[in-house]
């Protein structure tokens, strides 16, 4: 019974902020890796951050010093906080998690197992 729930998209302007939620259940959170990713019409899906179970983390070059991705393991809660947002950031973003990839790949999407229903994300310039 894996199941992620998102939630905290919305409408912002360029240069504010979001948080992003995932809560998560159905698997053992300590064995996986947790990530978020963005998808928008026409193009591949993008790994955004990932987070492996000693919290070591990866992020996108698009995104780095700009979000932060974060777990409350006492929660079962991913997060992922956006700042200085731009308009190119607009997407649906997906919580995902699956068994750890090597490093080198951790931001590849087709290496994940369990994916959120998605959180749309609009910002406007």
């Known amino acids: 019974q894996v199941q992620l729930v998102e939630s905290g998209g919305g409408s912002v302007q360029a240069g504010g902020s979001l948080r992003l939620t995932c809560v998560a259940s159905g698997f053992t959170f300590s064995s996986n890796c947790m990530g978020w990713f963005r998808q928008v019409p026409g193009k591949e899906r993008e790994g955004v951050a990932v987070i492996d179970p000693d919290g070591m983390t990866a992020y996108a070059d698009s995104v780095k010093g700009r979000f932060t991705i974060s777990e409350d393991n006492a929660k079962n809660t991913l997060y992922l906080q956006m700042n200085s947002l731009k308009a190119e950031d607009t997407a649906m973003y997906y919580c995902?998690?699956?068994?750890?990839?090597?490093?080198?790949?951790?931001?590849?999407?087709?290496?994940?197992?369990?994916w959120g229903q998605g959180t749309q994300v609009t910002v406007s310039s």
């Open positions: 995902a998690a699956g068994r750890c990839p090597q490093r080198v790949a951790f931001l590849a999407s087709g290496l994940y197992s369990y």
